[in-house]
């Protein structure tokens, strides 16, 4: 593209955003909004507060949200597990266990499947 052709097509434009401009100006709702923000900008000089302050005021949970997320959330312990006690009928062999990885017991389960569970005792 030529110079020219770029100067024009931008002049074109300039002048497209100049006419929007020019109607936006002329709005009566954005006259209102410029007039409540010019006095409520005024209104926050006088009484020596900032635009966070009237955040925090009108709505605590944002504020409270952002500080949050800033500082790593607490880490509760975890629940300790409970001691699950098998005994085979077979063998009278007991297996206490906090978890499912315990070799005998996998042992167990893969040989017997699900009947395993029923050889568990309850205290």
Do not use: C
Not at 81 to 86: A, E, I, S
Request: no cysteine; glycine share 6%.
């Amino acid at each position: 593209m030529s110079r020219l052709a770029e100067f024009r097509k931008l002049e074109q434009q300039l002048a497209a955003q100049l006419a929007e401009l020019e109607t936006l100006k002329n709005d009566s709702g954005l006259q209102r909004e410029i007039e409540f923000e010019t006095k409520l900008r005024e209104l926050l000089q006088t009484y020596g507060f900032g635009l966070k302050d009237i955040v925090g005021m009108l709505d605590p949970r944002s504020q409270n949200t952002r500080t949050n997320s800033s500082a790593p959330p607490e880490k509760k312990p975890r629940k300790a597990r409970d001691v699950k006690v098998y005994k085979s009928p077979l063998t009278g062999e007991v297996v206490e266990t906090k978890g499912g990885n315990h070799k005998l017991l996998k042992a167990w389960k893969a040989q017997f499947g699900d009947e395993v569970e029923n050889w568990r005792v309850y205290h």
